[in-house]
């Protein structure tokens, strides 16, 4: 099982910038990809950021060049680096990661709690 808890959100203006991070922590073996989701009122939840183990990365269109996603593996701890922040960023974040809970075992996947980001004009 794998508890994943996210902070660093809040309110910051347009331009702005914000630091998300999300901590796992629980029984496993090792995590796998680690994932930044977002969701918006009245909207569906899009995958904004992945990485994977290996540090391999991809951004949705609409952050790329903004966002930044990143891991440390030694603290199985994932970060979101949000710059020149726009209105239309405003969701819920949700951290997401799959892991293994035994070398064997199949990766499952796992949801944090959200936090709230806001960016106002």
């Known amino acids: 099982q794998v508890h994943l808890v996210e902070s660093g959100g809040g309110l910051v203006q347009a331009g702005g910038s914000q630091r998300l991070s999300c901590a796992a922590s629980?029984?496993?073996?090792?995590?796998?990809?680690m994932n930044w989701y977002r969701q918006a009122p009245g909207q569906q939840r899009e995958l904004v950021a992945s990485?994977?183990?290996?540090?391999?990365?991809c951004y949705v269109n609409s952050v790329k060049g903004r966002f930044t996603i990143s891991r440390d593996n030694a603290e199985n701890t994932v970060y979101l680096q949000m710059n020149s922040l726009k209105p239309e960023d405003t969701a819920v974040y949700y951290c997401?990661?799959?892991?293994?809970?035994?070398?064997?075992?199949?990766?499952?996947?796992?949801w944090g709690q959200g936090t709230q980001v806001t960016v106002s004009s």
């Open positions: 997401y990661a799959t892991a293994r809970t035994s070398p064997i075992s199949s990766a499952f996947q796992y």
């Open positions: 629980g029984n496993f073996f090792r995590i796998e990809t």
């Open positions: 990485v994977t183990r290996d540090e391999n990365t």
